[in-house]
Protein backbone atom coordinates (compact mmCIF):
# COMPACT_ATOMS: atom_id res chain seq x y z
CA UNK A 1 0.00 0.00 0.00
CA UNK A 2 2.81 2.38 0.64
CA UNK A 3 4.53 1.38 -2.61
CA UNK A 4 1.39 2.56 -4.23
CA UNK A 5 0.84 5.72 -2.07
CA UNK A 6 5.02 6.83 -3.18
CA UNK A 7 4.04 5.65 -7.23
CA UNK A 8 1.14 7.99 -7.08
CA UNK A 9 2.90 10.80 -5.85
CA UNK A 10 5.68 10.16 -8.26
CA UNK A 11 3.30 10.27 -10.96
CA UNK A 12 1.75 13.41 -9.62
CA UNK A 13 4.90 15.32 -9.41
CA UNK A 14 6.05 13.89 -12.58
CA UNK A 15 3.07 15.63 -14.19
CA UNK A 16 3.08 18.70 -12.20
CA UNK A 17 3.04 21.80 -14.23
CA UNK A 18 6.22 23.72 -14.29
CA UNK A 19 6.92 26.17 -12.22
CA UNK A 20 5.33 29.59 -12.29
CA UNK A 21 7.24 32.74 -11.79
CA UNK A 22 6.74 34.46 -8.91
CA UNK A 23 4.36 37.06 -10.19
CA UNK A 24 2.52 33.68 -11.01
CA UNK A 25 3.78 33.56 -14.63
CA UNK A 26 5.60 30.68 -16.06
CA UNK A 27 9.23 31.18 -15.26
CA UNK A 28 10.59 32.09 -19.00
CA UNK A 29 14.15 30.60 -19.83
CA UNK A 30 15.10 33.83 -18.39
CA UNK A 31 12.94 33.01 -14.78
CA UNK A 32 13.89 29.25 -15.05
CA UNK A 33 15.33 27.75 -11.55
CA UNK A 34 18.78 26.42 -11.94
CA UNK A 35 20.11 23.49 -11.95
CA UNK A 36 20.74 23.83 -8.23
CA UNK A 37 17.43 25.27 -7.58
CA UNK A 38 15.93 22.04 -9.26
CA UNK A 39 18.07 19.60 -7.33
CA UNK A 40 17.69 21.10 -3.94
CA UNK A 41 13.63 21.01 -4.85
CA UNK A 42 14.02 17.15 -5.34
CA UNK A 43 16.02 17.03 -2.62
CA UNK A 44 13.40 17.97 -0.94
CA UNK A 45 11.00 16.17 -2.64
CA UNK A 46 12.57 12.97 -2.16
CA UNK A 47 13.35 14.09 1.67
CA UNK A 48 9.34 14.43 1.81
CA UNK A 49 9.02 11.72 0.10
CA UNK A 50 10.91 9.46 2.28
CA UNK A 51 9.63 11.13 5.65
CA UNK A 52 5.93 10.54 4.14
CA UNK A 53 7.10 7.06 3.23
CA UNK A 54 8.43 6.40 6.88
CA UNK A 55 5.40 8.20 8.01
CA UNK A 56 3.05 5.20 6.14
CA UNK A 57 5.43 2.79 6.90
CA UNK A 58 4.95 3.77 10.94
CA UNK A 59 1.30 4.16 10.30
CA UNK A 60 1.13 0.85 9.20
CA UNK A 61 3.20 -0.65 11.70
CA UNK A 62 0.84 0.92 14.09
CA UNK A 63 -2.27 -0.36 11.88
CA UNK A 64 -0.81 -3.69 12.30
CA UNK A 65 0.34 -3.72 16.01
CA UNK A 66 -2.97 -2.12 16.91
CA UNK A 67 -4.82 -4.83 15.01
CA UNK A 68 -2.54 -7.35 16.78
CA UNK A 69 -3.19 -5.73 20.05
CA UNK A 70 -7.02 -6.13 19.25
CA UNK A 71 -6.30 -9.83 18.62
CA UNK A 72 -4.40 -10.33 21.32
CA UNK A 73 -7.20 -8.13 23.57
CA UNK A 74 -10.09 -10.47 22.19
CA UNK A 75 -7.64 -13.62 22.62
CA UNK A 76 -6.90 -12.32 26.52
CA UNK A 77 -10.62 -11.23 26.79
CA UNK A 78 -11.39 -14.92 25.96
CA UNK A 79 -8.64 -16.53 28.18
CA UNK A 80 -9.93 -14.47 30.82
CA UNK A 81 -13.43 -15.79 30.25
CA UNK A 82 -12.03 -19.40 30.41
CA UNK A 83 -10.40 -18.51 33.27
CA UNK A 84 -13.39 -17.12 35.13
CA UNK A 85 -15.01 -20.53 33.72
CA UNK A 86 -12.50 -22.17 35.66
CA UNK A 87 -12.17 -20.06 38.64
CA UNK A 88 -16.12 -20.71 38.78
CA UNK A 89 -15.91 -24.12 38.24
CA UNK A 90 -12.63 -24.13 41.21
CA UNK A 91 -15.19 -22.32 42.97
CA UNK A 92 -17.41 -24.83 43.16
CA UNK A 93 -15.41 -27.49 43.63
CA UNK A 94 -14.14 -25.66 46.85
CA UNK A 95 -17.58 -25.36 47.62
CA UNK A 96 -18.47 -28.98 47.47
CA UNK A 97 -15.18 -30.29 48.90
CA UNK A 98 -16.11 -27.67 52.10
CA UNK A 99 -19.63 -29.44 52.39
CA UNK A 100 -17.75 -33.14 51.69
CA UNK A 101 -15.23 -32.15 54.68
CA UNK A 102 -18.08 -30.75 56.76
CA UNK A 103 -20.22 -34.43 55.76
CA UNK A 104 -16.92 -35.64 56.83
CA UNK A 105 -15.93 -33.94 59.85
CA UNK A 106 -19.24 -35.00 61.18
CA UNK A 107 -18.94 -38.75 60.02
CA UNK A 108 -15.68 -38.62 61.52
CA UNK A 109 -16.91 -37.00 64.95
CA UNK A 110 -19.70 -39.34 64.81
CA UNK A 111 -17.38 -42.36 64.17
CA UNK A 112 -15.37 -41.00 67.13
CA UNK A 113 -18.15 -41.19 69.64
CA UNK A 114 -18.90 -44.81 68.27
CA UNK A 115 -15.45 -45.96 68.84
CA UNK A 116 -15.51 -44.39 72.52
CA UNK A 117 -18.64 -46.20 73.07
CA UNK A 118 -17.20 -49.05 71.69
CA UNK A 119 -14.10 -48.75 73.46
CA UNK A 120 -16.39 -48.19 76.62
CA UNK A 121 -18.83 -51.95 75.66
CA UNK A 122 -15.06 -53.41 75.50
CA UNK A 123 -14.18 -52.75 78.53
CA UNK A 124 -17.20 -54.39 80.01
CA UNK A 125 -17.26 -57.04 78.04
CA UNK A 126 -13.81 -57.69 78.91
CA UNK A 127 -14.61 -57.57 82.49
CA UNK A 128 -17.57 -59.84 82.14
CA UNK A 129 -15.40 -62.10 80.40
CA UNK A 130 -12.94 -62.37 83.08
CA UNK A 131 -15.79 -63.36 85.27
CA UNK A 132 -17.31 -65.67 82.79
CA UNK A 133 -13.80 -67.34 82.62
CA UNK A 134 -13.34 -67.53 86.59
CA UNK A 135 -16.90 -69.00 86.39
CA UNK A 136 -15.91 -71.79 83.78
CA UNK A 137 -13.00 -72.46 85.95
CA UNK A 138 -14.75 -72.91 88.91
CA UNK A 139 -17.31 -75.02 87.23
CA UNK A 140 -14.17 -77.05 85.14
CA UNK A 141 -12.92 -77.63 88.81
CA UNK A 142 -16.34 -78.60 89.87
CA UNK A 143 -16.87 -81.22 86.94
CA UNK A 144 -13.22 -82.64 87.24
CA UNK A 145 -14.06 -83.36 90.72
CA UNK A 146 -17.63 -84.69 90.02
CA UNK A 147 -16.16 -86.80 87.21
CA UNK A 148 -13.51 -88.29 89.57
CA UNK A 149 -16.46 -88.99 91.73
CA UNK A 150 -18.29 -90.71 88.98
CA UNK A 151 -15.36 -92.85 87.76
CA UNK A 152 -14.23 -94.22 90.99
CA UNK A 153 -18.12 -95.10 91.16
CA UNK A 154 -17.88 -96.36 87.74
CA UNK A 155 -14.47 -98.42 88.58
CA UNK A 156 -16.46 -100.10 91.11
CA UNK A 157 -19.35 -101.30 89.26
CA UNK A 158 -16.89 -102.42 86.32
CA UNK A 159 -14.70 -104.07 89.08
CA UNK A 160 -17.84 -105.58 90.49
CA UNK A 161 -19.60 -106.50 86.54
CA UNK A 162 -16.03 -107.86 86.10
CA UNK A 163 -16.27 -110.36 88.67
CA UNK A 164 -20.12 -110.95 88.09
CA UNK A 165 -18.87 -111.62 84.10
CA UNK A 166 -15.52 -113.56 85.62
CA UNK A 167 -18.14 -115.57 87.63
CA UNK A 168 -20.86 -115.99 84.76
CA UNK A 169 -17.55 -117.59 82.49
CA UNK A 170 -16.78 -119.82 84.74
CA UNK A 171 -19.97 -121.09 84.77
CA UNK A 172 -20.48 -121.42 81.24
CA UNK A 173 -16.98 -122.97 81.12
CA UNK A 174 -17.98 -125.69 83.43
CA UNK A 175 -20.79 -126.35 82.10
CA UNK A 176 -18.93 -126.45 78.73
CA UNK A 177 -16.52 -128.73 80.17
CA UNK A 178 -19.28 -130.85 81.44
CA UNK A 179 -20.64 -131.13 78.09
CA UNK A 180 -17.22 -131.62 76.35
CA UNK A 181 -16.75 -134.83 78.98
CA UNK A 182 -20.04 -136.08 78.74
CA UNK A 183 -19.07 -135.81 74.98
CA UNK A 184 -15.89 -137.62 75.29
CA UNK A 185 -17.24 -140.73 77.49
CA UNK A 186 -19.84 -141.44 75.49
CA UNK A 187 -18.33 -143.05 72.94
CA UNK A 188 -19.17 -146.07 71.02
CA UNK A 189 -21.94 -146.35 68.42
CA UNK A 190 -24.31 -143.22 67.30
CA UNK A 191 -27.88 -143.01 67.44
CA UNK A 192 -27.82 -143.88 63.90
CA UNK A 193 -25.32 -146.04 63.41
CA UNK A 194 -25.77 -150.13 63.87
CA UNK A 195 -22.25 -150.56 63.28
CA UNK A 196 -20.90 -151.44 66.77
CA UNK A 197 -17.41 -151.26 65.27
CA UNK A 198 -17.11 -147.96 64.70
CA UNK A 199 -15.33 -145.82 67.99
CA UNK A 200 -15.52 -142.28 66.93
CA UNK A 201 -12.49 -140.49 68.61
CA UNK A 202 -13.25 -137.21 70.63
CA UNK A 203 -9.97 -135.89 70.08
CA UNK A 204 -8.76 -134.39 67.07
CA UNK A 205 -5.71 -135.80 64.67
CA UNK A 206 -2.98 -134.35 64.76
CA UNK A 207 -0.23 -135.71 63.93
CA UNK A 208 0.90 -136.25 59.72
CA UNK A 209 0.12 -139.84 58.92
CA UNK A 210 0.47 -140.01 55.36
CA UNK A 211 1.47 -137.76 52.49
CA UNK A 212 0.06 -138.13 48.72
CA UNK A 213 1.74 -137.13 45.75
CA UNK A 214 -0.14 -136.45 42.41
CA UNK A 215 1.22 -135.13 39.15
CA UNK A 216 -1.99 -132.63 38.50
CA UNK A 217 -3.89 -130.24 41.68
CA UNK A 218 -6.34 -131.95 43.88
CA UNK A 219 -9.60 -130.18 44.18
CA UNK A 220 -11.97 -132.21 45.72
CA UNK A 221 -11.69 -135.14 48.34
CA UNK A 222 -14.32 -137.05 50.69
CA UNK A 223 -13.75 -139.98 53.05
CA UNK A 224 -16.84 -142.92 52.19
CA UNK A 225 -19.01 -143.27 55.45
CA UNK A 226 -17.80 -146.95 55.84
CA UNK A 227 -14.09 -145.49 56.03
CA UNK A 228 -12.90 -147.47 53.36
CA UNK A 229 -11.46 -145.29 51.00
CA UNK A 230 -10.66 -141.64 50.79
CA UNK A 231 -11.76 -140.56 46.98
CA UNK A 232 -9.86 -137.83 45.33
CA UNK A 233 -10.69 -135.66 42.85
CA UNK A 234 -7.87 -134.43 40.40
CA UNK A 235 -7.01 -132.05 37.93
CA UNK A 236 -6.61 -134.80 35.74
CA UNK A 237 -10.29 -135.75 35.41
CA UNK A 238 -10.31 -139.05 36.76
CA UNK A 239 -11.50 -139.95 40.92
CA UNK A 240 -9.12 -141.50 42.94
CA UNK A 241 -10.25 -144.46 45.37
CA UNK A 242 -7.76 -144.89 48.13
CA UNK A 243 -8.14 -147.97 50.30
CA UNK A 244 -7.93 -146.16 54.13
CA UNK A 245 -6.29 -149.03 55.32
CA UNK A 246 -3.08 -148.96 52.79
CA UNK A 247 -3.36 -145.71 51.74
CA UNK A 248 -2.56 -147.40 48.52
CA UNK A 249 -5.03 -146.53 45.24
CA UNK A 250 -7.91 -149.47 44.68
CA UNK A 251 -9.81 -147.58 41.66
CA UNK A 252 -9.75 -145.31 38.95
CA UNK A 253 -13.09 -143.63 38.40
CA UNK A 254 -13.03 -142.27 34.97
CA UNK A 255 -15.31 -141.41 32.22
CA UNK A 256 -14.67 -137.13 33.06
CA UNK A 257 -13.78 -134.50 30.27
CA UNK A 258 -12.94 -131.97 32.43
CA UNK A 259 -11.37 -131.59 36.39
CA UNK A 260 -13.02 -132.93 38.90
CA UNK A 261 -14.75 -130.24 41.30
CA UNK A 262 -16.74 -132.04 44.04
CA UNK A 263 -16.59 -135.91 44.86
CA UNK A 264 -18.69 -137.66 47.51
CA UNK A 265 -20.20 -141.13 48.60
CA UNK A 266 -23.96 -142.11 49.22
CA UNK A 267 -24.90 -142.47 52.90
CA UNK A 268 -24.42 -146.29 52.22
CA UNK A 269 -20.77 -145.82 50.69
CA UNK A 270 -22.57 -147.92 47.57
CA UNK A 271 -21.97 -144.84 45.03
CA UNK A 272 -19.71 -142.63 44.26
CA UNK A 273 -20.37 -139.01 42.22
CA UNK A 274 -18.14 -136.46 41.11
CA UNK A 275 -18.84 -133.60 39.28
CA UNK A 276 -16.55 -131.96 36.20
CA UNK A 277 -17.37 -129.37 33.63
CA UNK A 278 -21.81 -129.43 33.27
CA UNK A 279 -22.27 -132.79 34.03
CA UNK A 280 -22.11 -135.35 36.86
CA UNK A 281 -21.11 -139.30 36.55
CA UNK A 282 -22.29 -141.88 39.46
CA UNK A 283 -19.86 -144.77 39.77
CA UNK A 284 -20.46 -148.28 41.84
CA UNK A 285 -17.86 -148.06 44.31
CA UNK A 286 -17.67 -151.94 43.98
CA UNK A 287 -16.92 -152.64 40.75
CA UNK A 288 -15.88 -148.75 40.08
CA UNK A 289 -17.86 -148.96 36.81
CA UNK A 290 -19.80 -146.01 35.67
CA UNK A 291 -23.32 -145.88 36.23
CA UNK A 292 -24.80 -142.80 35.13
CA UNK A 293 -23.43 -139.47 33.74
CA UNK A 294 -26.05 -136.66 34.54
CA UNK A 295 -26.45 -133.76 32.10
CA UNK A 296 -28.60 -130.75 31.38
CA UNK A 297 -26.72 -127.49 33.11
CA UNK A 298 -25.85 -125.23 31.69
CA UNK A 299 -22.54 -123.81 33.38
CA UNK A 300 -20.06 -126.23 35.75
CA UNK A 301 -21.29 -128.04 38.30
CA UNK A 302 -19.83 -126.92 41.72
CA UNK A 303 -21.86 -129.20 44.23
CA UNK A 304 -23.45 -132.74 44.27
CA UNK A 305 -24.66 -134.43 46.95
CA UNK A 306 -27.00 -137.77 47.44
CA UNK A 307 -29.79 -138.26 49.51
CA UNK A 308 -30.50 -140.11 52.75
CA UNK A 309 -31.79 -143.18 50.89
CA UNK A 310 -28.95 -142.74 48.33
CA UNK A 311 -32.00 -142.52 45.54
CA UNK A 312 -31.38 -138.82 44.68
CA UNK A 313 -28.83 -136.67 43.58
CA UNK A 314 -28.89 -133.12 44.06
CA UNK A 315 -26.31 -130.88 42.05
CA UNK A 316 -25.96 -127.15 41.56
CA UNK A 317 -24.32 -124.86 39.23
CA UNK A 318 -23.07 -121.59 38.18
CA UNK A 319 -26.05 -121.54 36.28
CA UNK A 320 -27.86 -120.53 39.43
CA UNK A 321 -30.21 -123.82 39.62
CA UNK A 322 -30.49 -126.91 40.88
CA UNK A 323 -31.12 -130.47 39.95
CA UNK A 324 -32.62 -133.60 41.29
CA UNK A 325 -31.79 -136.71 39.55
CA UNK A 326 -32.84 -140.13 40.26
CA UNK A 327 -29.50 -142.38 40.88
CA UNK A 328 -31.57 -145.49 39.55
CA UNK A 329 -32.27 -144.42 36.26
CA UNK A 330 -29.90 -141.17 36.10
CA UNK A 331 -33.04 -139.26 34.99
CA UNK A 332 -33.73 -135.67 35.45
CA UNK A 333 -36.77 -135.06 38.04
CA UNK A 334 -37.11 -131.75 38.63
CA UNK A 335 -35.22 -127.97 38.23
CA UNK A 336 -35.40 -125.66 40.93
CA UNK A 337 -34.68 -122.04 39.47
CA UNK A 338 -36.41 -119.53 40.93
CA UNK A 339 -35.95 -119.69 44.27
CA UNK A 340 -32.35 -120.24 43.66
CA UNK A 341 -31.27 -117.24 42.30
CA UNK A 342 -27.64 -117.59 42.31
CA UNK A 343 -24.64 -119.47 41.70
CA UNK A 344 -24.34 -122.50 44.33
CA UNK A 345 -21.22 -122.75 45.49
CA UNK A 346 -21.41 -125.86 47.79
CA UNK A 347 -24.82 -127.78 48.77
CA UNK A 348 -25.46 -130.51 51.41
CA UNK A 349 -28.92 -132.17 52.24
CA UNK A 350 -29.87 -133.37 55.68
CA UNK A 351 -29.95 -136.88 56.34
CA UNK A 352 -33.08 -137.35 58.92
CA UNK A 353 -35.12 -134.48 56.97
CA UNK A 354 -33.62 -134.12 53.46
CA UNK A 355 -33.63 -130.82 53.38
CA UNK A 356 -31.50 -129.04 50.50
CA UNK A 357 -28.76 -126.22 52.44
CA UNK A 358 -26.58 -124.49 49.67
CA UNK A 359 -24.10 -122.04 49.60
CA UNK A 360 -24.81 -119.02 47.17
CA UNK A 361 -22.61 -116.56 45.27
CA UNK A 362 -24.72 -113.74 46.72
CA UNK A 363 -23.59 -114.62 50.26
CA UNK A 364 -26.77 -116.35 50.94
CA UNK A 365 -27.78 -119.98 52.34
CA UNK A 366 -31.00 -121.74 51.62
CA UNK A 367 -32.71 -124.41 52.37
CA UNK A 368 -35.28 -126.19 50.28
CA UNK A 369 -36.98 -128.97 50.57
CA UNK A 370 -36.82 -132.07 48.74
CA UNK A 371 -39.71 -133.11 47.95
CA UNK A 372 -41.58 -130.09 47.04
CA UNK A 373 -38.47 -128.73 46.03
CA UNK A 374 -39.71 -125.20 47.87
CA UNK A 375 -37.66 -122.57 49.51
CA UNK A 376 -38.09 -123.08 53.21
CA UNK A 377 -36.21 -119.88 54.34
CA UNK A 378 -33.03 -118.09 53.44
CA UNK A 379 -31.12 -117.39 56.75
CA UNK A 380 -29.61 -113.70 57.33
CA UNK A 381 -26.65 -112.55 55.10
CA UNK A 382 -23.98 -112.60 58.31
CA UNK A 383 -21.27 -113.54 55.28
CA UNK A 384 -20.52 -110.68 54.11
CA UNK A 385 -19.12 -112.01 50.65
CA UNK A 386 -19.99 -115.35 48.97
CA UNK A 387 -20.45 -118.74 51.14
CA UNK A 388 -17.86 -121.25 49.87
CA UNK A 389 -19.32 -124.14 51.47
CA UNK A 390 -21.86 -125.62 53.64
CA UNK A 391 -21.85 -128.94 55.53
CA UNK A 392 -24.84 -130.67 57.89
CA UNK A 393 -23.65 -132.00 61.55
CA UNK A 394 -24.68 -135.57 61.76
CA UNK A 395 -27.87 -135.30 63.60
CA UNK A 396 -29.14 -132.87 61.06
CA UNK A 397 -29.34 -129.95 63.90
CA UNK A 398 -26.68 -127.97 62.97
CA UNK A 399 -25.00 -126.56 59.65
CA UNK A 400 -21.60 -125.27 59.10
CA UNK A 401 -21.02 -122.62 56.24
CA UNK A 402 -17.73 -120.73 55.37
CA UNK A 403 -17.04 -117.83 53.32
CA UNK A 404 -14.70 -115.47 51.24
CA UNK A 405 -14.89 -112.97 54.05
CA UNK A 406 -12.45 -115.80 55.96
CA UNK A 407 -15.47 -116.87 58.59
CA UNK A 408 -16.95 -119.71 59.82
CA UNK A 409 -20.34 -119.68 60.81
CA UNK A 410 -22.65 -122.58 62.81
CA UNK A 411 -26.27 -122.41 62.55
CA UNK A 412 -29.16 -124.17 64.22
CA UNK A 413 -31.73 -125.85 61.62
CA UNK A 414 -34.30 -125.96 64.05
CA UNK A 415 -34.71 -122.06 64.29
CA UNK A 416 -32.34 -121.22 61.48
CA UNK A 417 -30.19 -118.74 63.61
CA UNK A 418 -26.81 -118.38 63.89
CA UNK A 419 -24.88 -119.90 67.48
CA UNK A 420 -21.21 -119.54 66.96
CA UNK A 421 -19.06 -117.56 64.49
CA UNK A 422 -14.91 -118.67 64.62
CA UNK A 423 -12.24 -116.19 62.68
CA UNK A 424 -8.69 -116.22 63.24
CA UNK A 425 -6.03 -113.76 61.72
CA UNK A 426 -4.14 -116.04 59.80
CA UNK A 427 -6.79 -117.54 58.51
CA UNK A 428 -8.02 -117.05 55.05
CA UNK A 429 -10.18 -118.26 52.09
CA UNK A 430 -10.30 -117.60 48.75
CA UNK A 431 -11.54 -120.81 46.73
CA UNK A 432 -14.95 -120.59 46.19
CA UNK A 433 -15.17 -124.15 46.00
CA UNK A 434 -13.01 -124.49 49.40
CA UNK A 435 -15.18 -126.82 51.96
CA UNK A 436 -14.97 -127.20 55.57
CA UNK A 437 -16.66 -129.63 57.48
CA UNK A 438 -17.93 -130.62 61.10
CA UNK A 439 -16.12 -133.68 63.28
CA UNK A 440 -17.80 -136.19 63.58
CA UNK A 441 -19.68 -135.46 67.02
CA UNK A 442 -19.78 -132.11 65.94
CA UNK A 443 -17.19 -131.18 68.89
CA UNK A 444 -14.53 -129.65 66.40
CA UNK A 445 -14.85 -128.03 62.58
CA UNK A 446 -12.02 -127.85 60.11
CA UNK A 447 -10.56 -125.61 57.26
CA UNK A 448 -7.66 -125.29 55.32
CA UNK A 449 -6.60 -121.99 54.34
CA UNK A 450 -4.55 -119.84 51.32
CA UNK A 451 -1.35 -120.02 53.40
CA UNK A 452 -1.71 -123.81 53.62
CA UNK A 453 -2.60 -124.27 56.94
CA UNK A 454 -5.08 -126.46 58.60
CA UNK A 455 -7.33 -124.89 61.00
CA UNK A 456 -9.36 -126.41 64.16
CA UNK A 457 -11.66 -125.05 65.67
CA UNK A 458 -13.13 -125.88 69.55
CA UNK A 459 -16.57 -125.29 69.20
CA UNK A 460 -17.01 -126.08 72.83
CA UNK A 461 -14.15 -124.05 73.95
CA UNK A 462 -15.48 -121.33 71.25
CA UNK A 463 -11.82 -120.83 69.66
CA UNK A 464 -8.97 -122.87 67.71
CA UNK A 465 -8.35 -126.07 69.59
CA UNK A 466 -5.68 -125.68 72.20
CA UNK A 467 -2.75 -127.69 70.51
CA UNK A 468 0.80 -127.13 70.15
CA UNK A 469 0.51 -128.53 66.14
CA UNK A 470 -2.63 -126.16 65.30
CA UNK A 471 -3.27 -124.42 63.10
CA UNK A 472 -1.79 -127.81 60.90
CA UNK A 473 1.16 -127.06 58.53
CA UNK A 474 -0.72 -129.08 56.06
CA UNK A 475 0.47 -127.68 52.52
CA UNK A 476 2.94 -125.30 50.62
CA UNK A 477 -0.29 -123.54 48.69
CA UNK A 478 -3.73 -122.98 49.08
CA UNK A 479 -6.26 -125.63 50.78
CA UNK A 480 -8.97 -126.74 48.03
CA UNK A 481 -10.57 -128.42 50.55
CA UNK A 482 -10.79 -130.96 53.91
CA UNK A 483 -12.83 -134.46 54.87
CA UNK A 484 -13.08 -135.77 58.54
CA UNK A 485 -12.74 -139.80 58.62
CA UNK A 486 -16.28 -140.77 60.14
CA UNK A 487 -14.92 -142.74 62.93
CA UNK A 488 -13.19 -139.25 63.87
CA UNK A 489 -9.59 -140.59 63.60
CA UNK A 490 -8.26 -138.94 60.38
CA UNK A 491 -8.32 -135.59 58.73
CA UNK A 492 -7.27 -135.51 55.30
CA UNK A 493 -6.92 -132.01 53.13
CA UNK A 494 -6.02 -131.36 49.81
CA UNK A 495 -4.17 -128.72 47.72
CA UNK A 496 -2.74 -126.75 45.10
CA UNK A 497 0.13 -128.00 45.29
CA UNK A 498 -0.75 -131.33 44.16
CA UNK A 499 -1.00 -132.84 47.73
CA UNK A 500 -3.45 -134.76 49.72
CA UNK A 501 -2.26 -134.57 53.30
CA UNK A 502 -3.43 -137.02 56.45
CA UNK A 503 -3.62 -136.05 59.70
CA UNK A 504 -3.77 -138.69 62.63
Known sequence: MLYLEFSMHERHVETAPPPQSPQGGAMSVGGEYTKEQYRLLEDKLYAIQEELTNTLREKTQRTESLLQARQNLRDLENDNRTLKDEVASLKQQLQDQVTSNDVLQKDLKTADSTIELLKKQRSTLEEELGAQKKHVLSLKEENQSLLNAFLEQKQKQIDEMNQINDLHKNLELQKKEVAY?????????????????????????????????????????????????????????????????????????????????????????????????????IWSTQTGRSLHTLTGHT??????????????????????????????????????????????NDLELSKPSNLIVSAHFDNSIRIHDLKSCKLVTELPKNHTQQVTSVNISRDGKYVLSMGRDHSLRVWDLRNFKQVYVFTNSAFKNQLNWNKAVFSPRGEYIAAGSSNGQLFVWDILGGGLYQHPSIPLKAHKDQISGVSWRDDGSEIASCGRDKLVTVFQ
Open 181 to 281: LRARYNVGKSEDDSDSSRVLVVHPPTKKHKQLKFDTEVNTIAFSPDNQYLAIGLFDKTVRLYDTNTYQESKILANCTESLLRVNFSHDAQYCLGSFGESVN
Open 299 to 344: KKIYAADFSSDSTRVVTGSHDRSMKIWDTSRGALIKTIVTSCRSTV
